[in-house]
């Protein structure tokens, strides 16, 4: 069981420990996106997160909060530390841990992200951590089987486990890892919106919280049909650094533009752009820019949830800079993580 300080919280009589579903509420059920999730659903998470937080990145953490139980990571698409992130997420709370390889798995020959899950899931799993390209993939693949499953990136759509660690650094680099309430603090989201799902679970969840989300980026992609979410939109930076306590820069996302042929190929065209030398100049995080976000000096700080193209839209003194929340956010996707497994398949 988790030490330390435990929120005891009381759902139907029963006490709940450490980081166990404080609300009970996602207990069992499946994590496809945090629209539509409440700021007390918000909260209890991250803060079960910040209860396991000074332990979560130590390599010998095992709470015993899920010993016996196995999470399948299964991942269609790239990843690198959302992956890895929930690997040792799993590991700590004590779950086995059964990493599906794309690379060598049957979905290669031809098999069907439903007939892979449903293969794994007969093999006995408590959960499933699934990323794949298309958007409502992790629903779908929910849909088909019993255990829960946890979206970790589903096309364009969402990101929650992502959403949740960038509110999580974003209140610890403005002091209110105390109650996660972000009233009064706006973030500027800026670059490929529209491809991403970081910014759409970045924008339920910060907008959950109380703060206020403002998207930046030319049109093609930032586009004002963002509004609908919840966000300002807005086509310069350089007006909206003074005003916005963090920012957060996405990657131009080239794979998903245009006739998504050549992946990896930078097609500035396809992402509705005239080139990438203009792109830089009107939306780069350069130190000079960096400087001028809102408290000016040490005040403005940077995230990126990876992976970064320096050069592009951050340079890398501002990626490596004392500004740079970067591998806070990294730190922070392992605690959440483990909290995000607890609540849902805890005792
Ligand atoms: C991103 C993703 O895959 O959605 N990264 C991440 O999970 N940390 C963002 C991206 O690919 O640009």
């Known amino acids: 069981m988790a030490t330390g300080k435990t929120i005891e919280r009381t759902q139907k009589g029963k006490k709940w420990g450490a980081f166990a579903a404080p609300s009970g509420v996602w207990r069992g059920k499946d994590r496809r996106g945090l629209e539509g999730v409440g700021a007390p659903e918000l909260r209890a998470i991250l803060t079960a997160g910040r209860e ?21 990571t299964m991942f269609f698409e790239d990843s690198t530390r959302t992956r890895t992130s929930f690997c040792l997420a799993a590991e700590r709370t004590s779950a086995s841990v059964v990493d599906l390889s794309v690379a060598t798995s049957s979905v290669n020959k031809g098999e069907t992200l439903i007939d892979t899950a449903r293969t794994i899931e007969a ?8 990323r794949a390209r298309q958007n409502g993939a992790a629903r779908m693949i929910a849909d088909a ?79 004002r049909s963002l509004e609908s979410l919840g966000c300002a939109v807005a086509h310069e930076l350089d007006p909206v650094l003074p005003g916005v306590d963090a920012v957060m820069m996405l990657r131009i996302q ?60 951050i340079d890398g003194a501002v990626a490596d800079g004392a500004r740079s929340l970067v591998l806070r956010q990294v730190a922070h996707g392992v605690a959440v993580r483990m909290a995000v497994l607890s609540m849902i398949l805890g005792a």
């Open 52 to 72: 396991v937080e000074p332990r979560a990145n130590r390599p010998e953490t095992r709470t015993g909060e899920l010993a016996g139980r196995a999470v399948a």
């Open 123 to 130: 093999m006995g799993v408590s959960a499933m951590v699934v």
């Open 145 to 223: 089987v019993a255990c829960p499953v946890i979206n970790a990136g589903d096309g364009k759509h969402e990101h929650p486990t992502q959403g949740l660690l960038d509110a999580y650094t974003i209140a610890e680099a403005r002091g209110r890892l105390a109650d996660f309430d972000l009233s009064g603090l706006t973030v500027a989201i800026v670059g490929d919106v529209a491809s991403s799902r970081v910014a759409r679970s970045g924008i339920a969840g910060l907008t959950g919280l109380g703060a206020r989300v403002v998207c930046v980026g030319p049109p093609g992609l930032a586009p």
């Open 254 to 313: 080239f794979e998903r533009h245009g006739d998504g042929e050549g992946k990896g190929a930078m097609k500035p065209a396809a992402a509705g752009i005239a080139s990438i030398r203009e792109y830089r100049e009107l939306y780069g995080m350069t130190e000079e820019r960096a400087s001028r976000i809102k408290g000016g000096g040490k005040g403005g700080v940077i995230l990126h949830p990876g992976p970064m193209n320096r050069g592009i839209e």
